[in-house]
C-alpha cells in the first residue's frame, strides 16, 4: 500500500512536471512570436523615421531650405514685410506671401543647364531616390529637361523651407515645452480648465511637436525620393539619343569582333592546315614543307598587318586611314593563291571592273568572300570549291559551293562565320542565304550586294 502510494505520489509528480514545462516552454515561444511580430513593424517604423536614410533625406530639406532663403529675404524686402508697424497676423500673412513670391524667382533660376546637375549629385548622395539609375547627374540641355528641373527645384526649395522653419523654431520650442512645464501659465491655465494636470501638457505638446517634425521630414523627403526619377531622370529625346549612342557602340563592336573573327580566324586556319600538312611530309618531302614553312610566315605576316588595322580602329588613332585599311576585291587572287597553298583549289570565276568599286563596299565584300573560303577550308578541308563573283546592274553577286564532307566534324556550338556574313551584308542592304543544295551533295553560299547604298560605305 505504501508503495503503491509512493508510486501515485511519483507519478503525479511526475505528470505535473512534464505539464508545467511543456505548457511553460510552449506559452514562452508564442510570447517571443508575438513579440517579433509585434516588433517588427516597430522596427520599421523607427528605421524610417530616425534610421540613417531619414537623416540624409533630412540633410537634403535643410539644404533646399538654406537654398530658399536668398529668395526670400529677397521677396521680403520687396514685399515689405520686415515692417514693424505691422501686426503679427499682418507680419505672418507676409512671410508666407514672400515663400510664395520666392518660388518662382527660384524656378527661373532652375531653367540654367547645370541646375540639373548639381540637383542631380545631390538627389543621389542624400535623397536616396526609388531608381536611382534613372537620375541624370549631366546639365539639361532641352528646354523639357530644364522645366522638369524647375518643377524639381520649386518642391526641393518649398520642402527644405517647410522642414528647416519646423526645426529652427518647432525643435526649440519643444525642448521648452518637455523641461518647463509649468513655464507657459496660459497654456497651463487652458488645460487645467478642462481637467488635464498642469505638468502633463507641457511634455506632451512638446513629445507631440518632436514627432510631427519628424514625420513632416520622413514624409516630404520620401515624397522627393519618389519624384526624384521623374522630374530629373533623362526626357524622352534623351533616352531615344541614349539607345542611339548605346546601338552605336554595339555596331562598332559588333563591326571589330567581325573584322577579328575573319582576319585573325582565316589566317589560324590556314595556318594550321599548313603546319599539319608540313609536319606530315617533313621527313618525306623537305622542299613541299619548305614552302609550307614559307606560306605560314607570308599568312602571318598578313595577319598582324590586318590585325594592326583592327586595334587602329579600336585605338581611335588615324581614323580615315584605319577605316578603309584591309584588303579589298582587287586582292582577291592574292588570297587564292594563299588558299592554293593549303591545298584548298578554288575555281574562280572574277568579273571585270571589280577594283573600280568603292573601297569600303570592297572591302566588306572581300571580308565576306574570305569567310566563305575560310568555312570551306574548316569544315570541307582541301577540297574542290568554286567561287563565283559577278557584277551586274550595280548589284554583286557572290557564289561560293563546295562538296559536303558529312565526315567531318564541325566545330562545337557552331561558329559565327554565316552569321557574320548575314551581318556584313545586311550592313550592306544586300541579303544571304547558305545550306545544302537540293541533292544534298553540294553546300552553297550566296550573297546580293547593292553597289549603290553599299557605296556609301566607308
Known amino acids: 500500500m505504501i508503495t503503491g502510494a509512493g508510486a501515485d505520489r511519483h507519478t503525479g509528480a511526475g505528470t505535473g512536471t512534464g505539464t508545467g514545462t511543456g505548457t511553460g516552454t510552449g506559452t514562452e515561444n508564442g510570447r517571443d512570436a508575438d513579440n517579433g511580430r509585434a516588433t517588427g513593424p516597430v522596427r520599421r517604423a523607427l528605421r524610417a523615421l530616425f ?28 514685399l515689405g514685410s520686415l515692417d514693424p508697424q505691422k501686426g503679427l497676423p499682418l507680419q505672418v ?11 518662382p524667382m527660384a524656378a527661373a533660376t532652375a531653367l540654367v543647364p547645370t541646375v540639373r546637375a548639381l540637383e542631380g549629385a545631390a538627389a543621389l548622395a542624400l535623397c536616396a531616390p526609388a531608381r536611382a539609375g534613372d537620375v541624370v547627374t549631366g546639365p539639361a540641355r532641352s528646354w523639357a529637361a530644364r522645366r522638369r528641373t524647375a518643377g524639381w527645384f520649386v ?5 527644405g523651407g517647410i522642414v528647416s522653419g519646423m526645426t529652427l523654431t518647432g525643435t526649440p520650442f519643444a525642448v521648452m515645452l518637455v523641461l518647463q512645464p509649468n513655464g507657459f501659465q496660459e497654456l497651463t491655465r487652458f488645460w487645467e480648465g478642462r481637467g488635464v494636470p498642469g505638468p502633463l501638457p507641457g511634455p506632451v505638446l512638446g513629445l507631440a ?27 524622352p529625346d534623351e533616352r531615344l539619343a541614349a539607345a542611339e549612342r548605346r546601338a552605336t557602340v554595339l555596331a562598332q563592336r559588333n563591326r571589330l569582333a567581325r573584322e577579328l573573327h575573319d582576319s585573325v580566324g582565316h589566317a589560324l586556319s590556314a595556318v594550321g592546315i599548313q603546319a599539319s600538312a608540313a609536319a606530315r611530309v617533313l621527313r618525306t618531302d623537305p622542299e613541299f614543307a619548305a614552302e609550307a614553312l614559307a606560306a605560314i610566315e607570308e599568312t602571318a605576316r598578313g595577319a598582324v598587318a590586318e590585325l594592326d588595322a583592327v586595334l587602329g580602329l579600336l585605338r581611335e588613332e588615324e581614323r580615315g586611314e584605319a577605316a578603309t585599311a584591309g584588303p579589298t576585291l582587287a586582292g582577291l587572287d592574292d588570297l587564292l593563291r594563299q588558299l592554293a597553298r593549303t591545298g ?5 570565276e572574277l568579273a571585270p571592273g571589280l577594283d573600280r ?3 569600303g563596299f570592297s572591302r566588306e565584300a572581300y571580308r565576306i568572300v574570305q569567310e566563305g573560303l575560310t568555312n570551306v577550308l574548316r569544315h570541307a578541308g582541301p577540297a574542290p570549291a568554286r567561287l563565283r563573283v559577278s557584277l551586274a546592274e550595280e548589284r554583286v553577286g557572290i557564289e561560293l559551293t563546295n562538296p559536303l564532307d558529312r565526315l567531318r566534324p564541325g566545330r562545337p556550338g557552331g561558329g559565327r562565320g554565316l552569321r557574320g556574313i548575314g551581318e556584313r551584308a545586311a550592313a ?14 553540294m553546300w552553297r553560299l550566296a550573297v546580293r550586294l547593292p553597289v549603290a547604298t553599299g557605296g556609301e560605305q566607308r
Open 357 to 359: 568599286l568603292p573601297p
Open 344 to 348: 584548298l583549289t578554288v575555281e574562280a
Open 428 to 441: 550592306l542592304h544586300g541579303d544571304s542565304e547558305a545550306g545544302p543544295t537540293d541533292d544534298g551533295t
Open 51 to 78: 534610421g540613417r536614410q531619414a537623416r540624409l533625406r533630412w540633410v537634403h530639406l535643410v539644404l533646399g531650405g538654406a537654398l530658399l532663403m536668398p529668395y526670400w529675404l529677397l521677396s521680403t524686402v520687396l
Open 155 to 159: 518642391l526641393h526649395l518649398a520642402f
Open 209 to 235: 511637436l518632436l514627432a510631427l517634425i519628424v514625420g513632416t521630414s520622413a514624409g516630404l523627403g520620401g515624397l522627393l525620393a519618389r519624384w526624384a526619377p521623374v522630374l530629373l531622370g533623362p526626357t
Open 93 to 103: 500673412l507676409l512671410y508666407f506671401a514672400a515663400l510664395a513670391t520666392s518660388l
